[in-house]
């Protein structure tokens, strides 16, 4: 039964330190793990990109509609 378990789950155990390691363990670099941890910071900095940017390119067509009166 525990055999079973294991093989399902993907779970296997180390030799050395006899503890259990997941197949799945993946490591993430910093900056993912920092996204991860401050989203609220991460969502406003990127909306903030995102109003400027659309800020720049309306701002750039009024002066140009401007330019040709």
Do not use: C, P
């Not at 259990?20 to 406003?44: C, D, F, M, P, Y």
């Amino acid at each position: 039964m525990e055999y079973t378990k294991d093989m399902i789950l993907g779970v296997r155990y180390g030799e050395i330190r006899r503890t259990i390691k997941n197949k799945k363990e993946k490591r993430t670099s910093r900056l993912w793990e920092g996204i991860q941890k401050h989203k609220v910071l991460t969502a406003t900095i990127i909306s903030m990109l995102a109003f400027i940017s659309i800020d720049i390119v309306l701002v750039s067509n009024f002066v140009r509609i401007l330019s040709l009166i």
